[in-house]
């Protein structure tokens, strides 16, 4: 063979391998963002279709998922109207495009309404009065309320007005950095077997916070929730423990060697919440945990990056826990009376709107909502009398008195909602 | 899996070359289950999943007479939606380059729940609008009846009194200044790859 006949023979042998490569860590979930783009150039510029064979031949490469509802459900309407021309003049949306994004068809027209009324209502003193007894009997919402628990024993409550340095503790600082935030500072860098003590920091009904852990990690906690975690993560793993409801943004850490090795290899520090009968692995990530104990069930909702979710209750001699990989977009749900663990597609913003103050329904059941409600209002919930238990879906914001949130409720169902003191009763009407 | 098209598909792609917005619909849902985990598995971001996929097939819509040649639509659909992964990943590559003055912690969260994506489908719209009126009468006229009106082309031939020849002829065309239009003000919907063209 000629020079030019081997090093072609060999270009194309390096190339094949190449693909085969970066095929198997696509195939592993592995791929670097380095890799990603040169696996994607390849595909882009592939002559046959062997590349496309390959990736849609992958197992988990086809989903049996139901694409025709929710967020999917209207898209190709929308890509097909892009080039339609408008009769005359455009034809802007009256209402904030993100909230047309969001919400189901059937309850665009409800918020619609909503948020012109409120509109309105801001500028006349006296909006007008629907129901006088409601308005006199209004629950303002829920705020930035915590109490936070030292390692000794002391409890800082966090509402209230004053930011900056609220106590220190051994090697830790607090720090309110504004309102609704709070922050463990470590003063200097913690070595292992350091005296480690545990804070807590918890939510009463009506309450929300958000809480810098001592990695930079980010926590918020939803109303009649808490957290527990230590002053400083030494240690193989850095693990908390929640109760209700939490919001993740994990900061990617990795371990401190010791041995000059290793120095160049950093291995990643995992992050580990425990929930209840489930933990949750973590590396850099965002995802929120909903495991309330009157739900019934623990819900894990992830965003972005990976989670490793374990279900620990259970046959105590079964060695093998069940433990599932979820990827963006997905939820799992583990039952409490143990059992095994389901992940399905999410919605994930319905998942955590309540971290952007929003109260987010899509086709959620009654009860559920009441829940929400309770929690954030601090009420309790009278059934009267035969309810169809149907399902709801709707969009409003989680800073507005419990009777805004009532009275859409009332106009997007056949129910009818009336409040004493702090019991919300609900009718057919 | 020799053949990259049946011949039930063949007539789905000549439907939505045409503009029938019912047949670009089942080819959505059709291959959606197939590239939402490859995609997702790139991007590893439920919110850029769905920018990416709408960014896919407002590609493949605004360029939907070239499906009449394509003779793997899988294959095709698949280089759209890398072309859009890679244009994500290289956008991110830039945030990056500005945010690296900061340290890990103070990084904001690269998700925001900001809509960019639709927000831009209404200025593509508003633009797509403007490049039609500057369209010549007979073909803003053809054009008009065929997407505003939602009239097939054998209707616009009998109407006009054209040959189907010239009606189908004259939508290309006018999907092609629209193509240059919106080049012209920032989004590139043109060809970026040459496969697959059956002579």
Same mark, same amino acid.
């Given at each position: 063979?000629?020079?030019?006949?081997?090093?072609?023979?060999?270009?194309?042998?390096?190339?094949?391998?190449?693909?085969?490569?970066?095929?198997?860590?696509?195939?592993?979930?592995?791929?670097?963002?380095?890799?990603?783009?040169?696996?994607?150039?390849?595909?882009?510029?592939?002559?046959?279709?062997?590349?496309?064979?390959?990736?849609?031949?992958?197992?988990?490469?086809?989903?049996?998922?139901?694409?025709?509802?929710?967020?999917?459900?209207?898209?190709?309407?929308?890509?097909?109207?892009?080039?339609?021309?408008?009769?005359?003049?455009?034809?802007?949306?009256?209402?904030?495009?993100?909230?047309?994004?969001?919400?189901?068809?059937?309850?665009?027209?409800?918020?619609?309404?909503?948020?012109?009324?409120?509109?309105?209502?801001?500028?006349?003193?006296?909006?007008?009065?629907?129901?006088?007894?409601?308005?006199?009997?209004?629950?303002?919402?829920?705020?930035?309320?915590?109490?936070?628990?030292?390692?000794?024993?002391?409890?800082?409550?966090?509402?209230?007005?004053?930011?900056?340095?609220?106590?220190?503790?051994?090697?830790?600082?607090?720090? =309110?950095?504004?309102?609704?935030?709070?922050?463990? +500072?470590?003063?200097?860098?913690?070595?292992?077997?350091?005296?480690?003590?545990?804070?807590?920091?918890?939510?009463?009904?009506?309450?929300?916070?958000?809480?810098?852990?001592?990695?930079?990690?980010?926590?918020?906690?939803?109303? +009649?929730?808490?957290?527990?975690?230590?002053?400083?993560?030494?240690?193989?793993?850095?693990?908390?423990?929640?109760?209700?409801?939490?919001?993740?943004?994990?900061?990617?850490?990795?371990?401190?060697?010791?041995?000059?090795?290793?120095?160049?290899?950093?291995?990643?520090?995992?992050?580990?919440?425990?929930?209840?009968?489930?933990?949750?692995?973590?590396?850099?990530?965002?995802?929120?945990?909903?495991?309330?104990?009157?739900?019934?069930?623990?819900?894990?909702?992830?965003?972005?990056?990976?989670?490793?979710?374990?279900?620990?209750?259970?046959?105590?001699?079964?060695?093998?826990?069940?433990?599932?990989?979820?990827?963006?977009?997905?939820?799992?749900?583990?039952?409490?009376?143990?059992?095994?663990?389901?992940?399905?597609?999410?919605?994930?913003?319905?998942?955590?709107?309540?971290?952007?103050?929003?109260?987010?329904?899509?086709?959620?059941?009654?009860?559920?909502?009441?829940?929400?409600?309770?929690?954030?209002?601090?009420?309790?919930?009278?059934?009267?009398?035969?309810?169809?238990?149907?399902?709801?879906?709707?969009?409003?914001?989680?800073?507005?008195?419990?009777?805004?949130?009532?009275?859409?409720?009332?106009?997007?169902?056949?129910?009818?909602?009336?409040?004493?003191?702090?019991?919300?009763?609900?009718?057919?009407? | 899996?020799?053949?990259?098209?049946?011949?039930?598909?063949? =007539?789905?792609?000549?439907?939505?070359?045409?503009?029938?917005?019912?047949?670009?619909?089942?080819?959505?849902?059709?291959?959606?289950?197939?590239?939402?985990?490859?995609?997702?598995?790139?991007?590893?971001?439920?919110?850029?999943?769905?920018?990416?996929?709408?960014?896919?097939?407002?590609?493949?819509?605004?360029?939907?007479?070239?499906?009449?040649?394509?003779?793997?639509?899988?294959?095709?659909?698949?280089?759209?939606?890398?072309?859009?992964?890679?244009?994500?990943?290289?956008?991110?590559?830039?945030?990056?380059?500005?945010?690296?003055?900061?340290?890990?912690?103070?990084?904001?969260?690269?998700?925001?729940?900001?809509?960019?994506?639709?927000?831009?489908?209404?200025?593509?719209?508003?633009?797509?609008?403007?490049?039609?009126? =500057?369209?010549?009468?007979?073909?803003?006229?053809?054009?008009?009846?065929?997407?505003?009106?939602?009239?097939?082309?054998?209707?616009?031939?009998?109407?006009?009194?054209?040959?189907?020849?010239?009606?189908?002829?004259?939508?290309?065309?006018?999907?092609?200044?629209?193509?240059?239009?919106?080049?012209?003000?920032?989004?590139?919907?043109?060809?970026?790859?040459?496969?697959?063209?059956?002579?």
């Amino acid at each position: 063979m000629t020079a030019p006949e081997i090093f072609g023979s060999y270009d194309r042998l390096m190339d094949e391998q190449r693909i085969n490569y970066l095929l198997q860590r696509f195939s592993d979930d592995q791929l670097s963002t380095e890799e990603a783009e040169e696996l994607l150039v390849l595909i882009r510029e592939d002559e046959n279709q062997f590349l496309s064979d390959r990736i849609s031949s992958m197992s988990d490469m086809y989903s049996a998922d139901d694409y025709h509802s929710g967020k999917w459900g209207d898209m190709p309407g929308k890509i097909t109207a892009i080039d339609k021309p408008s009769k005359n003049g455009s034809n802007k949306p009256v209402i904030s495009l993100r909230v047309f994004r969001w919400v189901a068809a059937a309850a665009i027209f409800i918020v619609i309404s909503y948020s012109l009324w409120t509109i309105f209502s801001r500028q006349n003193l006296e909006p007008s009065v629907r129901s006088a007894k409601v308005r006199v009997q209004d629950i303002p919402p829920g705020g930035n309320k915590a109490v936070l628990t030292l390692g000794d024993g002391r409890k800082i409550v966090l509402d209230g007005k004053g930011n900056g340095a609220l106590a220190s503790q051994g090697n830790i600082r607090i720090v =309110k950095k504004r309102d609704g935030c709070v922050q463990i +500072e470590a003063l200097k860098p913690q070595a292992s077997g350091t005296d480690n003590s545990m804070l807590m920091v918890q939510t009463p009904r009506g309450g929300k916070y958000e809480i810098i852990l001592p990695d930079g990690s980010r926590v918020w906690l939803n109303a +009649e929730s808490g957290i527990r975690f230590p002053s400083a993560f030494t240690g193989r793993v850095r693990m908390v423990e929640i109760t209700g409801e939490a919001y993740f943004e994990v900061a990617k850490k990795y371990q401190i060697q010791n041995s000059p090795m290793k120095a160049s290899n950093p291995e990643r520090l995992p992050f580990i919440v425990k929930s209840g009968s489930q933990e949750t692995e973590v590396l850099g990530t965002h995802f929120n945990i909903n495991a309330y104990d009157d739900e019934g069930v623990i819900k894990t909702t992830l965003l972005e990056g990976s989670v490793r979710v374990t279900a620990t209750s259970g046959e105590r001699k079964n060695l093998w826990h069940q433990t599932k990989l979820l990827r963006p977009g997905q939820q799992s749900l583990i039952r409490f009376a143990g059992g095994s663990i389901l992940v399905k597609e999410a919605d994930t913003e319905e998942a955590v709107a309540w971290k952007n103050n929003l109260f987010r329904f899509s086709d959620t059941n009654l009860k559920t909502v009441m829940r929400q409600i309770c929690r954030w209002y601090d009420v309790n919930v009278d059934y009267e009398g035969d309810i169809q238990e149907g399902h709801l879906t709707g969009y409003v914001s989680r800073e507005v008195p419990v009777s805004r949130v009532l009275r859409m409720l009332e106009e997007i169902s056949d129910l009818k909602f009336t409040i004493e003191g702090r019991k919300v009763t609900v009718r057919s009407k | 899996m020799a053949i990259g098209v049946t011949c039930e598909e063949e =007539k789905l792609l000549i439907r939505i070359a045409e503009g029938d917005e019912q047949a670009f619909s089942v080819l959505f849902y059709k291959y959606l289950p197939l590239l939402h985990p490859f995609v997702t598995r790139i991007v590893k971001s439920a919110y850029v999943t769905e920018e990416v996929i709408q960014n896919t097939f407002i590609r493949v819509w605004l360029n939907r007479e070239k499906l009449e040649g394509v003779s793997n639509v899988r294959s095709w659909l698949y280089k759209y939606a890398s072309n859009e992964c890679l244009n994500h990943l290289r956008s991110l590559q830039q945030k990056g380059k500005v945010l690296a003055g900061f340290s890990e912690t103070m990084t904001e969260p690269t998700h925001d729940f900001s809509t960019p994506d639709l927000v831009r489908i209404h200025e593509i719209n508003e633009l797509i609008n403007r490049a039609v009126n =500057k369209l010549p009468a007979q073909r803003r006229r053809i054009y008009m009846l065929s997407r505003r009106d939602g009239k097939s082309i054998p209707e616009i031939a009998i109407e006009l009194g054209i040959s189907p020849n010239t009606v189908k002829n004259t939508l290309v065309i006018s999907l092609k200044s629209i193509r240059e239009y919106l080049s012209k003000h920032g989004y590139t919907f043109s060809f970026l790859f040459l496969l697959f063209i059956k002579e």
